[in-house]
Each structure stands twice: as structure tokens, then as C-alpha cells.
């Protein structure tokens, strides 16, 4: 059994949700023709360790809202200090620029440092503005482009753009989970993620890798989009819940889509290998 100090920190970065990162990094490096191997293996970590600086950053910039509307979480629980929050999300920041400049030198890290600052920047300031969709919708779409680097950028723009899309469309859906959300935003994420799935599969690379495409597209609608559609009908916080945690899972068959689209079927069957083990253990510690 796990001690329960770790636990909670296990708790507050939402560790397991950490399985439906991966795959920007492998998206992007696909559609930039530059593969995820050797050294560059360490993109993908650095993926993880700065998505679990953002959630640990996020329990603490949420701590006192937590306090009243989600008192079972590590912080407001009292399991977990704020200053050990705050610690631990400058230490996993670190880390994270210090694997990109591993896996990809300082290409990379020209990728990696506005990619850390969007994650700050929305977690301490724009998550309750307007503009927080479009917030974490840039760290997405940045952590696309971080697999690609900065000289494979421009390739790797459709793929970052779709996923950044569809991030912001699960965003403001999640906005309902505590009190509920409106139709409206539900059916914004519907078609949100009907329109990437299509654009998924749009051109690219034929054969087996557009095969894999399509049914990795037609995975997400099935599932999100479903969760989705619930939501729409029904706006309640139960409903709107279930389809956040649909999207966040739905972002692994859309990385696969994306990188069967530029011709990565291996690369494309690694990412979809990480969604049953996501699901399995979101049944214990929650991705939002």
C-alpha cells in the first residue's frame, strides 16, 4: 500500500493524467519528420514533468476556492503544505526545461521556456479570466510544437492548432464541473471535437497510416463526443464532469490521429497503448 504522504502528491498532480501527455510531443515530432528516439526520448518526460508542475501549481493558485468547493483535495485536506505545492512545481519546471534541453539541446528549449512561462501564466493569472481557454489551449498546442522543436515548427503548426482547438473547447466545458455548465458549451465541445477528428485525418500520409488515422479519429468521437453530447442535453456538474474527463482522455486517440496522419503508425500505436491503463486508473485518482 502506498504511504499516504506520497499519495498525496501523487493526488495533486493528478499523476496518472500524466498518460495523456506523451503524445503531443510524439504528434509534433511526426508531423516535423523527426522522430521520437535516442536521446530525444527525454521530450515526452519533459512533457510530463511540466504538465505535473502545472497541477500542482493549480492546487495552489486554487487553494483557498478548493478550501469551500473541493475541501478532499491535498491542500486544503491538509495533506500537503502550500509551500510544498509551490516547491514542488518550481522543482518539476526545472526538471522539465532541463529534459527538453537533454532530449532536443537548445532547439528545444526555445520551445520549453514559453511553454513553462504558458503554464505559469495560466495556472497564477488567466484560468478564471476569459482568455483561460485560450491559455491552456497555447500550453497544448506549445507542447506539440516542443516534440517538433523550433526549427520544425512550421511543420508541426496543423497539428499544434488542432490540438490547441480542441483543448480550448474541453476547457470551457470543464468550467461547469462544480456547479454545473450550459448547453451551449457542451455543444460547443461536440462540434469542437467532431471538427478536429475530421481534420485528423484530412490529407497526410495513405495506406495503413491513414487506416490507423481514421480509426483513431473515430475512437475520439465516439467516446468524447458521446460524453459530450450527454452534457449538452444534460448541463448538470455530474454530466459535465464525466465529458471533462472524456476530453482529457480523448487527447490520446487525437494524438494518434495526428500521428498516423504524418506517417507514424509506430509512434501512433505507442500513444494509443497508454489510453486503457489512463482510463483504468482515472477510476482512482482523478485527472481534474
Not at 150 to 174: D, N, W
Request: charged fraction near 15%; proline fraction near 6%; include cysteine.
Amino acid at each position: 500500500m502506498m504511504d499516504p504522504r506520497l499519495a498525496a502528491f501523487v493526488e495533486l498532480v493528478r499523476a496518472p493524467a500524466a498518460l495523456t501527455v506523451p503524445g503531443d510531443t510524439v504528434a509534433g515530432a511526426a508531423a516535423a519528420g523527426r522522430p521520437i528516439r535516442g536521446r530525444r526520448l527525454a521530450l515526452p518526460a519533459a512533457s510530463v514533468a511540466l504538465y505535473w508542475a502545472g497541477m500542482a501549481l493549480n492546487d495552489y493558485a486554487d487553494r483557498r476556492l478548493d478550501a469551500t468547493e473541493r475541501p478532499e483535495r491535498p491542500i486544503p485536506s491538509g495533506r500537503v503544505r502550500p509551500k510544498q505545492a509551490l516547491a514542488l512545481a518550481g522543482g518539476l519546471t526545472a526538471l522539465g526545461l532541463g529534459l527538453a534541453g537533454l532530449g532536443g539541446g537548445g532547439d528545444a528549449v526555445r520551445v520549453a521556456l514559453p511553454l513553462a512561462g504558458a503554464v505559469w501564466a495560466y495556472d497564477l493569472a488567466l484560468k478564471s479570466t476569459p482568455a483561460g481557454p485560450l491559455a491552456m489551449a497555447a500550453c497544448r498546442g506549445l507542447d506539440v510544437l516542443l516534440g517538433a522543436g523550433a526549427s520544425g515548427a512550421r511543420r508541426a503548426l496543423p497539428a499544434a492548432v488542432a490540438m490547441a482547438g480542441y483543448t480550448a473547447s474541453i476547457t470551457a466545458l470543464a468550467r461547469g464541473e462544480v456547479h454545473g455548465g450550459s448547453a451551449a458549451a457542451g455543444a460547443a465541445a461536440v462540434t469542437a471535437t467532431a471538427t478536429t477528428a475530421l481534420a485528423s485525418t484530412v490529407g497526410g500520409a495513405g495506406g495503413w497510416s491513414r487506416a490507423l488515422s481514421a480509426s483513431a479519429a473515430a475512437g475520439l468521437l465516439a467516446s468524447t463526443g458521446r460524453a459530450q453530447l450527454a452534457a449538452a442535453r444534460d448541463p448538470s456538474a455530474p454530466a459535465v464532469r464525466r465529458a471533462t474527463i472524456a476530453g482529457i482522455h480523448g487527447m490520446v486517440p487525437l494524438q494518434a490521429a495526428l500521428a498516423a496522419r504524418a506517417g507514424s503508425r509506430f509512434g501512433a500505436i505507442g500513444v494509443l497503448a497508454a489510453l486503457p491503463a489512463a482510463r483504468l486508473l482515472a477510476r482512482k485518482v482523478s485527472p481534474t
